[in-house]
């Protein structure tokens, strides 16, 4: 079994920063690469950013230029840092694996940004 605990969300108002984190346990050596996905309200899950085992990176085309991922394999955790939160960026986060696998969804942290 794998589960995946995230956290470092909040209230922020647009042009700040947050930096998520996702601890992952169990059997994760199946997985070779890891993701953040967010589903804002009244809104399908999307797929954010990826990071492979070995630290090559893609984003979806909203958040380039102002999210980074990238994972500590020692640790078993990944990062996502937020620079030039927008309002459209609330949501909750979730990470998971890439592809998803629908088993291991965790309770997600929620990003909101507000003025």
């Known amino acids: 079994q794998v589960q995946f605990v995230e956290s470092g969300g909040g209230l922020v108002q647009p042009g700040e920063s947050l930096r998520l984190s996702c601890a992952a346990s169990g059997n994760i050596f199946r997985i070779n690469a890891m993701a953040w996905y967010r589903q804002a309200p009244g809104k399908q899950r999307e797929l954010v950013a990826v990071v492979t085992k070995g630290g090559s990176t893609t984003y979806v085309n909203s958040v380039k230029g102002r999210f980074t991922i990238s994972r500590d394999n020692v640790k078993n955790t990944v990062y996502l840092q937020m620079n030039s939160l927008k309002p459209e960026d609330t949501a909750v986060y979730y990470c998971?694996?890439?592809?998803?696998?629908?088993?291991?969804w965790g309770q997600g942290t929620q990003v909101t940004v507000s003025s």
């Open positions: 998971n694996g890439f592809p998803k696998i629908d088993a291991y």
